[in-house]
């Protein structure tokens, strides 16, 4: 079972960007990966995916702000985060987007003025 760790999150103003990353333990190429988040008192929610071939798909709240990426070579699988929001504040994780297993530990993102 392949297993998650994610950096990369930090506190940021309004507007500002952040780029995530989430190793993974083993590979993932031919799997369809998935960015998380769950906001406080919320339920988790996937907010991008990258199929194998490199397909993404994005909810409209973080479409065009949003890009997800993967490096096969190196197990990991990156979100690009441009013109943060407050409503983007949230513990953000990574995993296979379907029937995730084990989770990590997540990253913390605060945007904030």
């Known amino acids: 079972q392949v297993q998650f760790v994610e950096s990369g999150g930090g506190l940021v103003q309004p507007g500002e960007s952040l780029r995530l990353s989430c190793a993974a333990s083993?590979?993932?190429?031919?799997?369809?990966m998935a960015w998380y988040r769950q906001a406080p008192g919320k339920q988790r929610e996937a907010i991008a995916r990258?199929?194998?071939?490199?397909?993404?798909a994005y909810p409209e709240s973080v479409r065009g702000r949003f890009t997800i990426s993967r490096d096969n070579t190196k197990n990991t699988v990156y979100l690009e985060m441009n013109n943060l929001k407050p409503e983007d504040t949230a513990v953000y994780y990574c995993?296979?987007?379907?029937?995730?297993?084990?989770w990590g530990q997540g990253t913390q993102v605060t945007v904030s003025s």
């Open positions: 990258l199929g194998p071939g490199q397909r993404t």
């Open positions: 995993n296979v987007l379907y029937n995730p297993q084990s």
């Open positions: 083993g590979s993932v190429s031919n799997r369809t």
